[in-house]
């Protein structure tokens, strides 16, 4: 076989190799969540019927300083309640949580922040739970 | 003189050939294969992305949707799956959808309906379809 005939031969091979090496590199990359399950516990009161519809994690950069959440107070049901929203990592370790905060709420929506201590990484967070709660006089805890 | 050149070249060029043999079963093997790594199977590569699912809203007495804003480090498509426990009741949604760095809201409809009569547990499962 002569040279340019090899040349030729080889050609064929390498260059399909290094295009096939190239597809595979570009699309056989899995992507994997680094926790695929995150948890939102949202609470509603037994005795009232009054429940959060709404968390949400507010970050700076990728730290987690307070929690948003939005409850709906019952007709009918207004009185003092609780809130308090806790954070756990995926061991189900407590990892943040905020103070409870108790005050008169009459029937309605309410949206508020509760800041939570210590601030944590929102990557380190797995579940948010969250409390509403009647109580009958403040302070009062979840 | 010549004829070591020619020789040479013949050399070089069973070298190259034996290599590009060697690359293309290589490649070959690399692509029928299967490597299982930090959870993953049957993919060559695995790339860690941050996935962060920063918000969940229910809406009023009765759940039939879950909206959820969430983000991943790496710019893909994913599937979304929610999964609802309320009391007795257990329902469950799911919808593909492409996520960046910058929180994406995804409402998703969610059979069969509850009520939301209990403290509700509304669990986010972030995949890659």
Same mark, same amino acid.
């Given at each position: 076989m002569r040279t340019k005939e090899l040349v030729a031969l080889a050609s064929a091979f390498f260059i399909p190799s290094i295009v096939l090496s190239v597809v595979i590199t570009i699309n056989q990359v899995a992507i994997l969540p680094n926790r695929p399950d995150t948890t939102y516990y949202l609470h509603r %009161? /037994? &005795?009232?019927g009054s429940r959060i519809t709404v968390a949400q994690l507010l970050l700076t950069g990728s730290t987690v300083n307070s929690v948003r959440i939005s409850y709906v107070i019952s007709p009918g049901q207004g009185g003092n309640y609780v809130r308090q929203v806790s954070l756990y990592n995926a061991d189900g370790v407590l990892v943040a949580s905020s103070s409870n905060v108790c005050g008169w709420r009459t029937p309605g929506t309410y949206s508020e922040t509760l800041a939570v201590s210590?601030? @944590? &990484? @929102? %990557? &380190? @967070? /797995?579940s948010v739970r969250t409390c509403l709660r009647r109580v009958g006089t403040c302070p009062a805890t979840c | 003189m010549l004829a070591g050149l020619r020789f040479g070249g013949q050399v070089f060029t069973i070298i190259l050939l034996l290599f590009s043999i060697s690359v293309a079963v290589f490649s070959t093997v690399v692509a029928v294969g299967s490597v299982s790594q930090a959870g993953g199977s049957g993919v060559v590569g695995v790339a860690k992305a941050d996935v962060r699912v920063l918000r969940v809203q229910v809406p009023g007495t009765v759940i039939s949707s879950v909206t959820v804003s969430a983000s991943s480090s790496i710019s893909g498509t994913y599937l979304v799956e929610v999964f609802v426990t309320v009391g007795a009741c257990s329902t469950y949604g799911s919808t593909t959808s492409v996520l960046t760095s910058t929180p994406t809201s995804l409402t998703i409809p969610v059979s069969p309906i509850c009520n939301y009569n209990n403290p509700a547990s509304v669990r986010v499962r972030v995949t890659q379809p």
């Amino acid at each position: 076989m002569r040279t340019k005939e090899l040349v030729a031969l080889a050609s064929a091979f390498f260059i399909p190799s290094i295009v096939l090496s190239v597809v595979i590199t570009i699309n056989q990359v899995a992507i994997l969540p680094n926790r695929p399950d995150t948890t939102y516990y949202l609470h509603r %009161d /037994a &005795s009232t019927g009054s429940r959060i519809t709404v968390a949400q994690l507010l970050l700076t950069g990728s730290t987690v300083n307070s929690v948003r959440i939005s409850y709906v107070i019952s007709p009918g049901q207004g009185g003092n309640y609780v809130r308090q929203v806790s954070l756990y990592n995926a061991d189900g370790v407590l990892v943040a949580s905020s103070s409870n905060v108790c005050g008169w709420r009459t029937p309605g929506t309410y949206s508020e922040t509760l800041a939570v201590s210590p601030a @944590v &990484s @929102v %990557d &380190s @967070v /797995a579940s948010v739970r969250t409390c509403l709660r009647r109580v009958g006089t403040c302070p009062a805890t979840c | 003189m010549l004829a070591g050149l020619r020789f040479g070249g013949q050399v070089f060029t069973i070298i190259l050939l034996l290599f590009s043999i060697s690359v293309a079963v290589f490649s070959t093997v690399v692509a029928v294969g299967s490597v299982s790594q930090a959870g993953g199977s049957g993919v060559v590569g695995v790339a860690k992305a941050d996935v962060r699912v920063l918000r969940v809203q229910v809406p009023g007495t009765v759940i039939s949707s879950v909206t959820v804003s969430a983000s991943s480090s790496i710019s893909g498509t994913y599937l979304v799956e929610v999964f609802v426990t309320v009391g007795a009741c257990s329902t469950y949604g799911s919808t593909t959808s492409v996520l960046t760095s910058t929180p994406t809201s995804l409402t998703i409809p969610v059979s069969p309906i509850c009520n939301y009569n209990n403290p509700a547990s509304v669990r986010v499962r972030v995949t890659q379809p």
